[in-house]
């Protein structure tokens, strides 16, 4: 996109962290933001924080879990604003930490719920009527470094994070060739609340296994972590220049190039010699929908 001035955006978890950094700058910069969150009267704050400085705004609460929720927020953008034309999937959980052959799957489904299926919902939501109005539209999806490394003691989280990069990789070469951006952002160590949000909100009696200390260590380092504004900004000078990838923490570069390089390393003969997968023919039958995998 040249200009986000007098665009529709919508920012999911956008009452603190990231998702406000992310609202302010688009805020800023000229656009319409409707701030969703699960946390209403934070959102409200927020959003009667941008008002304060003469942005149009509103809040809406979304459990981004529910894809009935999504629905109620589509008609209240559009009833107030028009059509959603930037669409921020920042809302997120960590899931706390455990073991595999012990982790709670009612928790891990839950991850999964907040950090991936989310995305779909979003999409099964606005992007019809984004490729419907056939101009420039964007959407950003906040992975994370551990959709690229492995960070220890976080399965869930990890997982989840992973998907979340496979997704925006398959959504960008599905939307090749449309007026349609994507990106997805990838941040490092952040000052947000995310500790406290995935204790607050995880189902049962889950939230006790984090642990005070654990969760006041974890408070702790991200309480020195990047300034949320900071990825904001970066989030919307991704969108002008539609880049891809939004690396705002330089620093994990060599981690992304290790693991990048025990990849490459893994490849050697083929297991069949003599036999080649025919990739052009396979990425030109998936592209027109007509590869099935067996």
């Not at 059509?83 to 999964?112: H, K, M, Q, R």
């Amino acid at each position: 996109m040249k200009q986000v001035r007098g665009e529709t955006a919508l920012v999911t978890g956008g009452a603190s962290g990231i998702g406000l950094g992310i609202a302010r700058a688009l805020a800023k910069a000229g656009a319409r933001v409707a701030i969703c969150d699960i946390d209403l009267p934070r959102a409200e704050a927020a959003a009667a924080e941008l008002s304060a400085s003469g942005a149009d705004t509103m809040a809406i609460a979304l459990d981004v879990t529910k894809e009935d929720d999504w629905q109620q927020a589509a008609e209240k953008v559009r009833a107030h604003f028009g059509d959603v034309t930037i669409l921020c999937n920042n809302a997120g959980v960590g899931g706390g930490s455990g073991l595999a052959e012990t982790y709670d799957p009612s928790v891990w489904d839950w991850v999964f719920a907040v950090n991936v299926d989310s995305i779909l919902y979003s999409l099964r939501t606005f992007l019809p009527a984004m490729k419907a109005i056939n101009r420039p539209a964007y959407i950003v999806n906040t992975a994370s470094m551990s959709g690229l490394v492995a960070t220890p003691n976080s399965i869930a989280y990890v997982s989840s994070k992973f998907a979340a990069m496979g997704f925006s990789l398959a959504l960008r070469n599905e939307l090749s060739g449309s007026p349609i951006g994507v990106s997805v952002l990838c941040p490092g160590m952040t000052a947000t609340r995310i500790v406290e949000t995935t204790q607050f909100l995880r189902p049962g009696e889950a939230e006790k296994g984090i642990g005070e200390k654990t969760a006041s260590a974890m408070n702790t380092i991200l309480s020195t972590g990047m300034k949320p504004d900071n990825v904001g900004q970066a989030v919307l000078d991704a969108i002008l220049a539609d880049r891809f990838y939004i690396f705002t923490h330089p620093e994990w570069k060599p981690l992304v190039a290790a693991q990048a390089q025990e990849v490459l390393n893994g490849f050697g003969e083929s297991a069949q010699p003599g036999h080649q997968d025919d990739l052009a023919g396979l990425m030109k039958a998936a592209s027109t929908g007509s590869f099935k995998m067996r």
